[in-house]
């Protein structure tokens, strides 16, 4: 290796450096790499220095010997000869460097490769190996885009060309993309991978800087992400599925966090007893709501439900809510809590069902019941039912007395064998 490749190499394991600590920025294990790298480009300062005192040695040392004979040249042979054998150390110690460099690069989990200012391939990793299926000896020190390839089948410009260059007919073919600072992030569907199949990829690229801060190169790290759009897809679809689901149900349905924060609602919660859009609700309160649910109403439901928090589980009550339309009426509530993936409560869901109808049935049925029994404890003759079963249901006043009894609600579930007549039971039967 004549010197000036030497140089060269220096130069293009400093760009990797750079390129490696530009890569590893947030990661959780971003210290202890970066003591790594600082290690690695001090030996390679180290190795710099003395590659060029062996180089200013070359060029000075046969004179230098020459006049420093006196007895024999053999002193000048020895002298070139320190030279060689110095000189062979120092390849020896960047070859190591080159080493170490290598394994950090396939070391990454992800698919990683770097490419020089002319687009020239000068690292590609393991993980992208396997990936593409194409060896490093076979893309080393290829330009011409030939990285694309194995992606898209063709050679074409992609993310890691943007950061060094813009290119808006690229930039367009990529979804999800988010510049940050000098890094470029993206998504994008690849046809080639998979045998074919295609495979949707996520990446981040950055350029390479050289030490007076200029670009002389870029990097991109690569992720099958796949399975996870997969898996998002099916998640869209299971909440649209339970987004249709909830707003079909004619009860007003909500839930909560465990700060009593709306999460959500189905359309005719918002519309009928808000009257508001979920946009609106969400995030909000019962008190940040003061116009739909008046401020009695508002401590009335903050109190049950911090007592579902205190006792988690499934809670049922009768209270009354407003309508967007300023009426009240009465809702039957059942609400329970939920957890979180820690098993930790998260939150509340609730159902709302109007029982207006129902308590104003109840009442109505209460009402006849109260008007019937006064007409039956007042007629002067013995009166009482039962059921199929020869066991009362009821009777007035004066049968009650007759059979031994205050209340005429103490001969209810009872037979004529647990009567004053008892020894006479059968005839009444």
């Given at each position: 290796m004549n010197c000036s490749n030497f140089a060269d190499k220096i130069k293009e394991f400093r760009l990797g450096i750079e390129g490696m600590r530009q890569r590893f920025k947030g990661n959780p294990q971003s210290d202890q790499i970066a003591l790594s790298l600082d290690s690695l480009e001090e030996c390679l300062d180290e190795m710099y220095k003395e590659q060029q005192e062996i180089q200013s040695f070359a060029e000075n040392a046969p004179f230098g010997s020459r006049s420093l004979l006196r007895d024999s040249s053999v002193v000048g042979l020895q002298g070139m000869t320190t030279e060689v054998t110095e000189r062979k150390g120092v390849e020896e110690a960047l070859r190591e460097s080159e080493q170490r460099l290598a394994n950090i690069i396939d070391f990454l989990p992800d698919a990683t490769f770097a490419v020089n200012q002319e687009g020239k391939v000068i690292a590609w990793n393991r993980a992208i190996e396997e990936m593409t299926g194409i060896g490093k000896d076979e893309i080393l020190d290829r330009g011409s885009?030939?990285?694309?390839?194995?992606?898209?089948?063709?050679?074409?410009?992609?993310?890691?060309?943007?950061?060094?260059?813009?290119?808006?007919?690229?930039?367009?073919?990529?979804?999800?993309?988010?510049?940050?600072?000098?890094?470029?992030?993206?998504?994008?569907?690849?046809?080639?991978?998979?045998?074919?199949k295609g495979a949707d990829l996520w990446g981040i690229a950055a350029p390479l800087y050289d030490r007076n801060g200029s670009i002389v190169g870029a990097i991109q790290?690569?992720?099958?992400?796949?399975?996870?759009?997969?898996?998002?897809?099916?998640?869209?679809?299971?909440?649209?599925?339970?987004?249709?689901?909830?707003?079909?149900?004619?009860?007003?349905?909500?839930?909560?966090?465990?700060?009593?924060?709306?999460?959500?609602?189905?359309?005719?919660f918002a519309r009928q007893i808000v009257g508001l859009p979920k946009k609106s609700i969400i995030g909000k309160s019962v008190y940040e709501l003061p116009e739909t649910i008046p401020s009695d109403l508002a401590d009335r439901y903050h109190e049950q439900d911090q007592k579902l928090f205190r006792e988690p589980g499934i809670q049922v009550y009768e209270t009354q809510a407003q309508y967007a339309d300023g009426l009240r009426r009465d809702f039957l509530f059942s609400k329970a809590t939920f957890n979180n993936f820690a098993g930790e409560v998260a939150g509340i869901v609730g159902v709302m069902l109007d029982i207006t109808e129902r308590k104003q049935a109840e009442e109505a049925l209460r009402t006849s019941h109260q008007i019937l029994d006064g007409i039956i404890n007042t007629i002067p003759v013995r009166v009482f039912w039962k059921g199929k079963d020869l066991v009362y249901l009821g009777c007035?006043?004066?049968?009650?007395?007759?059979?031994?009894?205050?209340?005429?609600?103490?001969?209810?579930?009872?037979?004529?064998?647990?009567?004053?007549?008892?020894?006479?039971?059968?005839?009444?039967?």
């Open positions: 885009y030939a990285y694309a390839v194995p992606f898209y089948g063709e050679p074409r410009p992609i993310l890691i060309d943007l950061v060094i260059q813009d290119q808006k007919g690229i930039e367009s073919k990529y979804t999800n993309i988010i510049r940050k600072g000098d890094q470029l992030i993206a998504e994008a569907l690849t046809p080639m991978l998979n045998q074919g790290s690569i992720r099958d992400i796949t399975e996870r759009k997969r898996e998002q897809e099916e998640l869209q679809n299971n909440l649209r599925f339970l987004e249709t689901m909830l707003n079909t149900i004619p009860s007003p349905i909500f839930f909560k966090d465990r700060q009593g924060r709306y999460l959500g609602c189905n359309d005719t007035n006043a004066i049968f009650a007395q007759d059979a031994g009894f205050a209340d005429s609600k103490d001969i209810v579930g009872k037979d004529d064998y647990q009567m004053g007549w008892r020894d006479q039971a059968e005839l009444y039967r």
